[in-house]
């Protein structure tokens, strides 16, 4: 057992409090990694805010850093690796033996659980165990992974970037390159400029689609989505949306990203595919109706949940690491970096958006 310092949520809707709490050591299918950064993810804050996942706890989600410490059952991975974490999942449901670990059966119960893969826990302060988020609680100076949360990438990249990698941006590259697969010279709308919408927008750009339409409400954001690879840009406080879409399209787009989750865009999300178009959904959204006749039967739609970019992290994550090599996923524009006693600042730079991407600089 080790001292490292961690940001602790105390509760719900708790500021994040830096305070020292001692870590296990890793267990046989385990390693130990100091972290050097992580990405601030609206996950984090949901988790905090809303209490889905049980409280004390290490959030973070987005780690990257360096291995120290190999159990004796870990495949691949050795003292010195750098490493992005990524989420949990079991590896033996038939969703994980397919290659759909992001739907595996355990999901939920691996990430927001608070426990780790045994059921016990790494994390504990005054004696009493503190909850790990996705198996790796990454807001602080060390944590403990399970082999399989741990993908290791190239050193000759700046290792503070990646770890948005794990989460945010391949939920919004993944969507596209994984999921929907959009055909080459084919139209696409993502809805909202965000981390995970601008990853989409790269993503389109790199698969060739002839239309790629941001959609915002906040025109820095959409300027920026152009430097992208966005063809079009629509603020829907200013515009017909709808209207805009099957105008530039020619009768309306043929895939669609939604990563709002806000009721009022989904349905617009819908309503401007043509026949036979494909919406992949990916923002925490909640409850509320929609036509399914007039927005999805009648025009043979399909609306689609997507998690995590339907990534296999170990493959995908080195893919956009290598995309980003050369040029062609340029993620470091979506960036600013927070020292991590400023971890308070970071969330409401996300929050109110004037920060697309924080990251908190951890470790060295």
Known sequence: ???????????????????????????????????????????????????????PAVLGHEGSGVIEAVGSNVPDLQVGDHVVLSFSYCGEC???????????????????????????????????????????????????????NVVKVDKDVDLALLGPLGCGIQTGAGTVLNRIRPEFGSSIVIYGSGAVGMSAIMAAKIVGCAHIIAVDIHDSRLALAQELGATAVINGSKEDVVARIKEITGGGSHYAVETTGVPPVVRQSLQALRPLGTCAIVGI?????????????????????????DAVTKVFIPKLVDYYKRGQFPFDKLVQFFDFEHINEAFEASKDGSVIKPILRIGK
Do not use: W
């Open 285 to 309: 959204t909640p409850k509320m109706e929609i036509d399914v006749f007039a927005d999805l039967m009648a025009e043979g739609k399909t609306m689609m949940g997507v998690i995590e970019g």
């Open 1 to 55: 057992m080790m001292d490292i310092s961690a940001a602790v949520t105390a509760g719900q809707g708790a500021d994040f409090s830096i305070e020292t709490v001692q870590l296990d050591t890793p267990k046989d299918n385990e390693v130990l990694v100091r972290i050097v950064a992580s990405g601030v993810c609206h996950t984090d804050a949901v988790a905090r805010d809303l209490a889905i996942a049980p409280l």
């Open 94 to 148: 038939d969703m994980c033996l397919t290659g759909h670990p992001t739907s595996c059966a355990t999901f939920n119960q691996l990430n927001f659980g608070g426990c780790n893969h045994d059921h016990s826990h790494r994390i504990h302060q005054h004696g009493k165990p503190l909850s790990t988020f996705f198996g790796q609680s990454s807001f602080g100076t060390y944590a403990v992974a399970h082999y399989h």
